[in-house]
């Protein structure tokens, strides 16, 4: 590497330079943006995206972050919308245009297009001299001073500044939307996140395999059902009470400790108040309490019912991480 460049430098000014433009875009803000996220809000089609080159980048990615948390929205190459693509745009529409300059050709011919299906028309852009600023029915306003480029080509502070316009959008809309985690769960069924926001403890805990011994129990039965129901442990119940817990740990300390181990109960070595979460809880919840508490199994109880035990095993395997 060239001695003479401070890479570091060159890095820390460009985010400098970002957050400055970032500050700008937040208190740049005003009633056109609230005019904005209310329109989109009651809009009864989707929100239709369009944009180009590193624009268009940004406009696939707001898009799907708009789909994913409860506004329907639908992305389009501004090149393919010129060729057939933006018969996919209906009355009920709005349509969001991305340009850094807002007069390429692309625009100039689409613009003109979308105004006979005679819908609403947002510009993005950062250019209010633009053919795409003078033709819009609203203006987000994502100007810059210059870009974080050297040679002040490259987008990167225009490209960021938009894409930040479309999270403040997006999670706008959330909020008026009361959109929760529920609802996002049902968006993303799928892999680690779809999990970590649907999957709750009942969906893991074998209710039918329900390690317990009473409070003077002897070892026998309690080696029995730690190794029968391959959970590493036992409940310890008081008439139906669970009043202790004992794992495999707690059973080679007691054989390190006791002489005489045939009188031994489940009341003389179990680990009292052990931890208990409920049935209806998320799983990624349980996993958090067993991470902060270093423990391995949570009793899972149906309010103050002894339902079952999971294991940390067990629930590393369901992907919630």
């Given at each position: 590497m060239r001695q003479d460049i401070d890479v570091l430098k060159i890095a820390r000014d460009l985010i400098t330079e970002q957050v400055d433009s970032l500050n700008d875009l937040r208190n740049s803000l005003g009633i056109s943006f609230r005019d904005i996220v209310e329109l989109i809000f009651t809009?009864?089609?989707?929100?239709?995206?369009?944009?180009?080159?590193?624009?268009?980048?940004?406009?696939?990615?707001?898009?799907?972050?708009?789909?994913?948390?409860?506004?329907?929205?639908?992305?389009i190459h501004a090149s393919d919308a010129l060729h057939g693509d933006s018969g996919n745009i209906s009355e009920k529409d709005i349509v969001l245009f991305i340009s850094k300059s807002g007069n390429t050709e692309e625009l100039k011919q689409l613009i003109p297009l979308i105004k006979t299906i005679n819908i609403k028309i947002i510009g993005m852009t950062g250019n209010f001299n633009s053919f795409l600023a003078k033709n819009s029915d609203f203006i987000l306003d994502v100007s810059i001073d210059k870009e974080a480029c050297p040679n002040n080509l490259a987008p990167t502070t225009s490209t960021t500044v938009q894409l930040v316009m479309g999270d403040a959008l997006a999670m706008s809309l959330l909020k008026l939307r009361d959109f929760s985690k529920e609802d996002f769960a049902k968006y993303h069924p799928g892999g680690s996140l779809g999990k970590k926001l649907s999957l709750v403890v009942s969906d893991l805990c074998d209710f039918s395999n329900r390690p317990e011994v009473f409070f003077d129990d002897k070892l026998d039965k309690i080696i029995i059902q730690i190794s029968s129901k391959r959970l590493g442990a036992t409940a310890v119940l008081k008439m139906k009470e669970v009043v202790g817990i004992i794992t495999d740990g707690d059973l080679r300390r007691m054989l390190e400790t006791y002489e005489n181990v045939t009188e031994v109960m489940a009341s003389d070595f179990m680990t009292c108040n052990?931890?208990?979460?409920?049935?209806?809880?998320?799983?990624?919840?349980?996993?958090?309490?067993?991470?902060?508490?270093?423990?391995?199994?949570?009793?899972?109880?149906?309010?103050?019912?002894?339902k079952g035990i999971i294991h940390l095993h067990d629930v590393l395997k369901c992907n919630i991480l």
């Open positions: 809009c009864k089609g989707r929100l239709i995206i369009i944009g180009l080159g590193k624009s268009g980048i940004i406009g696939r990615k707001i898009s799907a972050t708009l789909n994913s948390t409860g506004t329907p929205s639908f992305f052990p931890k208990v979460i409920q049935q209806n809880v998320l799983l990624y919840e349980a996993l958090s309490i067993m991470k902060k508490h270093n423990i391995t199994q949570l009793i899972v109880k149906d309010k103050d019912e002894y």
